[in-house]
């Protein structure tokens, strides 16, 4: 079994054309399951594993743990998860405090 994933971790995916696809591990919710940051710029090769990767990224739930474990995705680096502000609920937009 390969590593267990913790908040913070990042995966590269390979995606369309090979190109590099970049996931930030947030953690489990109970109904859910595994919430991701998402990088939106794909890359040729492997960038750096900065928090910038991630300015302009969007969170979703996606089966990471499983895609590590199954060989879709592989832990490439880690970084400071964002903190959200805890008053962010429902659909409304909400900011991330990226210090």
Not at 6 to 17: C, M
Not at 22 to 47: C, F, N, W
């Given at each position: ?12 995916v ?18 859910y ?7 939106v ?15 302009d ?8 743990r ?14 400071h ?19």
């Amino acid at each position: 079994m390969g590593k267990r994933a913790k908040p913070g971790d990042v995966a590269e995916v390979h995606g369309p054309a090979g190109r590099l696809i970049y996931l930030q591990y947030l953690g489990a919710h109970p109904k859910y399951g595994d919430s991701i940051l998402v990088a939106v710029r794909m890359h040729e090769t492997r960038p750096e594993i900065r928090v910038e990767l991630f300015r302009d990224g969007y969170v979703t739930f996606y089966p990471f743990r499983a895609a590590l474990s199954q060989g879709l995705a592989q832990i490439s680096g880690i970084s400071h998860p964002p903190k959200f502000r805890s008053d962010c609920v429902g659909l409304e937009p909400c900011t991330v405090d990226r210090s």
